[in-house]
């Protein structure tokens, strides 16, 4: 069971062993940041343009969400080397340039430059250089997906550590609920009994006693925010078991998200029907660690 971040970082080298490109090295670089889904580009030159669709198929495989750029380049170790012009390649080109000339009697011949350049060109890409491209690509995915497990880990841990402090709050605010309910009570009532002794003679006291009692019952329960308690420690025990019992093959971003937003809303509820500073201040706290815990679950995958 393991939790993948959407940030990582990862690259492998190879040197290519094929006749005619000794010197000659193949590289990868992947790079990851957070995505609502799979964003998938590639920089690479254009002899290997054509193994795209193999390389996209292969990161689809392996990954599932994160915006992912990946830049691939062959290159000479040693810049100042030349990779030597082949025989047949020099025959060719001979056979080919007094075909054209034949055709064109005043154009220019090649020069050395030119026929350098277009060895170079010509000695890019190998043949077989698919199956040594998908095992870089293969190799510095695993490299990616490690590094992506690790950040995972560290913000798992991270989360765990806010839902506890978050259920500590939760735990301090749920024994203040029915003390604050009876004192708002009890307020209505003196209030409706202080204005009932200045017109005592023109109310009845016990009718005005009964409305008072109902009109303090219904203030009672539109501050009771015991529901928004129960809920709060309902969610983080789902995020909760969320974090602890993932399944890797489907992650896990996209509910933790949709949780962390239900969160926002019971915190903010509660901040709105609280009358007392103890509970305000509770509800502020509530609201920075669920902050907290969003900016982090958006780079879960």
Avoid at 71 to 100: A, C, M, T, Y
Avoid at 267 to 276: D, E, I, M, P, V
Wanted: hydrophobic share 40%; with cysteine.
């Amino acid at each position: 069971m393991t939790i993948l971040s959407m940030t990582g970082y990862a690259s492998a080298q190879t040197q290519l062993s094929q006749a005619g490109f000794e010197g000659v090295r193949l590289g990868i670089e992947i790079r990851s940041v957070n995505s609502r889904f799979l964003d998938l580009s590639f920089k690479m030159n254009d002899d290997l343009r054509s193994h795209e669709p193999t390389l996209r198929e292969l990161f689809m495989r392996c990954l599932k969400r994160g915006k992912v750029e990946a830049k691939l380049s062959l290159e000479h170790q040693d810049q100042g080397s030349l990779v030597r012009p082949s025989k047949d390649f020099l025959d060719g080109l001979n056979d080919l340039q007094k075909h054209i000339q034949s055709t064109f009697p005043l154009s220019a011949p090649l020069s050395i430059g030119e026929i350098i350049k277009l060895n170079t060109q010509d000695s890019q890409t190998p043949v077989d250089i698919r199956d040594t491209l998908v095992e870089l690509t293969q190799l510095a995915l695993t490299q990616l997906i490690k590094a992506r497990a690790s950040e995972g880990t560290r913000l798992v841990q991270s989360l765990l550590d806010r839902i506890h402090q978050l259920k500590a709050l939760t735990d301090q605010a749920t024994p203040l609920i029915p003390q604050l309910v009876e004192q708002q009570r009890q307020r209505f009532l003196d209030r409706w009994h202080e204005a009932l002794s200045i017109g005592v003679n023109q109310v009845n006291s016990d009718s005005a006693q009964d409305r008072a009692l109902t009109e303090a019952t219904a203030f009672a329960i539109r501050i009771d925010v015991a529901e928004e308690l129960t809920r709060l420690s309902s969610h983080l025990s789902e995020i909760q078991a969320c974090l602890t019992q993932a399944n890797n093959k489907e992650g896990v971003g996209k509910r933790l998200d949709f949780l962390i937003q239900e969160l926002h809303r019971e915190s903010n509820t509660l901040g709105s029907k609280s009358t007392t500073i103890e509970l305000s201040k509770i509800s502020v706290d509530m609201k920075v660690l669920i902050e907290q815990m969003r900016e982090q679950v958006q780079n879960l995958e």
